[in-house]
Every structure is written in structure tokens, then in C-alpha cells.
């Protein structure tokens, strides 16, 4: 089994609906992330948690809300979904201070 | 800021050698990491240095000088299963536990 999943794995949805990315994992880390990735552009970091009472915003957290459910579930929003939020959604975990980040296989996100 | 960089593509021929160099701006991090990632796929955890020097896992090995703000991915014997997008990747510090990430190089392999 995955250490790290995410569903969906893809969705096509409307402009101004609300969606709700889940990742889930069986590392026992206790930080989790929410990574967008665009052509070109790399992972940039939206989100990210260091336990269920510790939520901080990454470089581009606008339009985007989460919820860390448990140690294990960290969630990622779009409170209403439009265009350029098409993307490929990665979530990630890592143990205190290290460098290593495990990542999920991905939910592949259409906005039309 | 902080930054690294990185050529967006670079080609080599199988059976190879192809080198991926990294350069950044950052005023202080733990180590380099690199990460490749294939097509429809998740990045996956590669190497790290902490260290400056040449770390060594198999075909590849990964080589960091702080005082040159540069690094590089080494891939010997390429095989065609390579053909994917690598990026390098520092843990700055006092920055929580936040990584920044280059915006990765598709590396394409020729038969």
C-alpha cells in the first residue's frame, strides 16, 4: 500500500465550484504539504502543516483553504474554483527536520 | 531571496554520461537534494548532500560546493528509464521545515 495518497486522482470541474482535495498517509509524519505544479514553473508550496493545530500559508495560498483533520489527513479547498487553478495538485510529507519529502501520486485538476 | 536554477532541458545519448547543474541563491540551507520525477508521475527523493563533495548511489552521485552556490546531478550509463524531469531542492534555513524547489530539468534521451 501507498504511503501517501490522494483522491481523486483526477477531476474536471466548473468555474466557481467548490472543491475538496483529500491526502492521507501512513508515515506517521507529522508534517504534511500541498504543492501546485505548472509546466515550467517547478512545485510551488500553497500550504503546509506541522501538526492538527499548526496551519501556514505557503507563496501561493490565495484561493486556496485546508483543513489538517488528523496527523494523518491534511486537506486542500478551493473555496470557488476558476481557470488557472488547472493544475497538478501534489501533497507531501516529511519527518522534523530533515529533507526528505514523500510525495503522493498526484490529483490532476481541470478547471473549465 | 532565494533561488535556484536550473536548465530547463538538456539531451543526452544512452549509455552516457549527463551532468544537471543547479545554482542558488540562499543565505544558508541544510543540504542539496535531488528529486526526479517522471511523466504522469510523483517527484521521488534521489540524493542529498549536507556536506560539500561527491555523494555516490548507484549510476548516480550528486556533488555540492557551498562556496561556488552550485551543485550538480550526475547520471552515468544512461538508460532510456531516465528520461524524466530532476529538480534540486533546498531546506533553508530557519525557515521551518519548508523546501524550495527548482523548476526541475527534463532530461531527454536519445537511443
Known amino acids: 500500500d501507498a504511503d501517501v495518497t490522494q483522491t481523486p486522482r483526477n477531476r474536471i470541474t466548473k468555474t466557481g465550484k467548490r472543491i475538496m482535495l483529500e491526502c492521507s498517509q501512513t508515515?506517521?509524519?507529522?508534517?504534511m504539504y500541498w504543492y501546485r505544479q505548472d509546466p515550467g514553473l517547478g512545485l510551488r508550496l500553497i500550504y503546509y502543516s506541522f501538526d492538527v493545530k499548526d496551519i501556514n500559508k505557503g507563496e501561493i495560498s490565495d484561493g486556496y483553504s485546508v483543513s489538517r483533520q488528523a496527523q494523518a489527513k491534511f486537506s486542500l479547498s478551493l473555496e470557488s474554483a476558476i481557470p488557472n487553478q488547472t493544475a497538478l495538485y501534489f501533497c507531501?510529507?516529511?519527518?522534523?527536520?530533515?529533507?526528505?519529502?514523500?510525495f503522493g501520486p498526484g490529483t490532476r485538476l481541470t478547471v473549465l | 531571496g532565494q533561488s535556484l536554477e536550473q536548465p530547463s532541458e538538456v539531451t543526452a545519448v544512452e549509455g552516457a554520461i549527463v551532468q544537471i547543474n543547479c545554482t542558488y541563491q540562499t543565505s544558508g540551507f541544510y543540504g542539496l537534494s535531488w528529486y526526479q520525477q517522471h511523466d504522469g508521475g510523483a517527484p521521488t527523493f534521489l540524493s542529498y548532500n549536507g556536506l560539500d563533495g561527491l555523494e555516490e548511489t548507484g549510476r548516480f552521485s550528486s556533488f555540492l560546493s557551498r562556496s561556488d552556490s552550485y551543485g550538480y546531478l550526475l547520471l552515468q550509463e544512461l538508460q532510456m528509464k531516465d528520461s524524466a524531469s530532476y529538480f534540486c531542492?533546498?531546506?533553508?534555513?530557519?525557515?521551518?521545515?519548508?523546501?524550495?524547489f527548482g523548476k526541475g530539468t527534463r532530461l531527454h534521451i536519445l537511443p
Open positions: 507531501a510529507t516529511s519527518a522534523p527536520d530533515t529533507d526528505t519529502q514523500y
Open positions: 508515515k506517521g509524519h507529522d508534517r
Open positions: 531542492a533546498v531546506r533553508p534555513l530557519n525557515r521551518d521545515d519548508k523546501i524550495i
